[in-house]
């Protein structure tokens, strides 16, 4: 069956799609951790994981609103935090707010598996409807 008809080319880009955020998501938990248990260490800086957008060169151009095109791909990055107070160890990790990051994260990854979880259940009710 050609892919137009199945709509396999839609799910796999939504699972792709999936897949890279919560790839995201683990990165920005990985590294609010980090910072949780580098809290009483002297001197460290803690670090952020920022997002920038870079030029999708292998995008094609879209001709109608609802297709896909020429969308930036995000990049992530990790850099030292420069906000924030140090203590007299030179230490800027602030307790409150990596905790409060690791909420941000963890409901993210709820609503995406959630948001999936009901994606593929429509599929599945749409493959297995009886006429």
């Known amino acids: 069956m ?3 008809i199945t709509g396999r ?16 998501q683990r990165l ?11 809290a009483d260490t002297p001197g460290y800086r803690a670090r952020e994981v920022i997002e920038s957008q870079i030029a999708n060169d292998s995008a094609l151009t879209r ?3 609802g297709h896909l095109g020429g969308e930036p791909l995000s990049a992530l990055t990790i850099i030292e935090r420069s906000d924030g107070q140090a203590d ?3 230490n ?8 409060a990051g690791l909420a941000e994260v963890a409901l993210d990854i709820r609503v995406t598996t959630r948001s999936l979880t ?3 259940a ?10």
């Open 2 to 4: 050609p892919e137009a």
């Open 9 to 24: 080319s839609g799910l796999d880009a939504l699972l792709e799609q999936a897949r890279t955020h919560l790839d995201h």
């Open 28 to 38: 920005r938990q990985r590294v609010r951790l980090a910072n949780i248990a580098n």
């Open 63 to 65: 001709t109608e609103r």
């Open 88 to 90: 007299a160890s030179g």
């Open 92 to 99: 800027n990790v602030e307790l409150d707010e990596e905790l």
């Open 118 to 120: 009901n994606v593929l």
């Open 122 to 131: 429509l599929y599945r009710a749409a493959a297995t409807e009886v006429r």
